[in-house]
T-cell receptor, first 112, second 116 residues
Framework: GENVEQHPSTLSVQEGDSAVIKCTYSDSASNYFPWYKQELGKGPQLIIDIRSNVGEKKDQRIAVTLNKTAKHFSLHITETQPEDSAVYFCAARNQAGTALIFGKGTTLSVSS | GAVVSQHPSWVICKSGTSVKIECRSL??????MFWYRQFPKQSLMLMATSNEGSKATYEQGVEKDKFLINHASLTLSTLTVTSAHPEDSSFYIC????????????FGSGTQLSVL
């Protein structure tokens, strides 16, 4: 089955800096890679996703890159703000109707 | 994005009682719903997958008689924790996917269960 590795487990940056979180996956058949932000005591919120036929996707300060050959994808947050502080999860799956497999999460702390 | 409503947000119950958690898709038809469990500072662990009108498929190690899942309509799935014990205390989260949501999965706000 699919296995998703995520690192770093914790990341501390200064406000305005960029943050990068990386994930690798094992199943070459995986073709959908979302990223979720989870705040304490709340459910995960989808922030961006990418499909395997695309190498990069950007939405304002957030971008995701995908390298299918190497089986890794990354989340990039630019101009970080304190409200970006949360736990971020990457995930992968190979077809609609199947469950997402999650990485272990990255706790991002943005200090002002 | 699509809205998935989950409640209660938190529940405290005595050991041996049963607790029902509801998950509703408010603006789309959820053909598939997933139930996850999350311990503090850990990732989401899949418990079961349910398709509307069918029996749920449980992950290895998840007791189907203890965690009853019903997905009777395209907008509602329920998880009932039967005869709850302190070790069942956890954060339970549902997610839903539908034809209108594309491949995207949207999550409910979670339910914190504390069993005394």
């Amino acid at each position: 089955g699919e296995n998703v590795e995520q690192h770093p487990s914790t990341l501390s940056v200064q406000e305005g800096d960029s943050a990068v979180i990386k994930c690798t996956y094992s199943d070459s058949a995986s073709n959908y890679f979302p990223w979720y932000k989870q705040e304490l005591g709340k459910g995960p919120q989808l922030i961006i996703d990418i499909r395997s036929n695309v190498g990069e996707k950007k939405d304002q300060r957030i971008a995701v890159t995908l390298n299918k050959t190497a089986k890794h994808f990354s989340l990039h947050i630019t101009e970080t703000q304190p409200e970006d502080s949360a736990v971020y999860f990457c995930a992968a799956r190979n077809q609609a109707g199947t469950a997402l497999i999650f990485g272990k999460g990255t706790t991002l702390s943005v200090s002002s | 994005g699509a809205v998935v409503s989950q409640h209660p947000s938190w529940v405290i119950c005595k050991s041996g009682t049963s607790v029902k958690i509801e998950c509703r898709s408010l603006d789309f038809q959820a053909t598939t719903m997933f139930w996850y469990r999350q311990f503090p500072k850990q990732s989401l662990m899949l418990m079961a997958t349910s398709n509307e009108g069918s029996k749920a498929t449980y992950e290895q190690g998840v007791e189907k008689d203890k965690f009853l899942i019903n997905h009777a309509s395209l907008t509602l799935s329920t998880l009932t924790v039967t005869s709850a014990h302190p070790e069942d205390s956890s954060f339970y989260i549902c997610s839903a996917e539908g034809t209108q949501s594309g491949e995207k999965l949207f999550f409910g706000s979670g339910t914190q269960l504390s069993v005394l």
